[in-house]
């Protein structure tokens, strides 16, 4: 039997950021609303939540990158008592369309090595590995994932 798993994607706040990225295991330490607002400051940016019923699911943010054509998908996760519903598909998704209009010719992001499901989920929405930068041990290595639009 299928069960449908209905939530809607919005334009997100920063708290509505941080309340979500607090409750992603996989970001260690404590981030802050400065964490968001600085980074996105004086940047061309696009930053989603998923909610379900007023819930707060999942979330993607990101910016435009040194690079006039490209656009940077700086963070982003979902709860994990929300995963395989395909929250984290559909926010890709919707930041890919709303790239495109903007004119951005390609989206890339990074992740680590220990983070093997990032991979597979880069892979599998078309994305190549296109650097992996040393830093601190192998599962600490930086994987540069990297896609045309």
Known sequence: ????????IGEASPTELLWVH?????????????????RLKNRLNLALV??????????KVGYQSEKPDTF?????????EFRKHGIAHALAEFQENWVKTKGFTS?????RNRFPAMIIFGLS????????????????????????L
């Open 50 to 59: 998923a909610e379900r019923d007023g819930e707060l699911l999942g979330f």
């Open 125 to 148: 929405r078309g994305f190549k590995i296109m650097e992996v930068i040393p830093k601190g041990g192998v599962e600490d290595y930086r994987v540069v994932m990297w896609k045309e």
């Open 72 to 80: 940077y998908s700086w963070m982003g996760g979902v709860r994990p």
């Open 107 to 111: 989206v890339f992001f990074k992740t």
């Open 1 to 8: 039997m299928t069960t449908s798993f209905f939530f809607s």
């Open 22 to 38: 607090e409750r992603i295991p996989e970001f260690p330490g404590k981030a802050s609303l400065d964490f968001y607002t600085e």
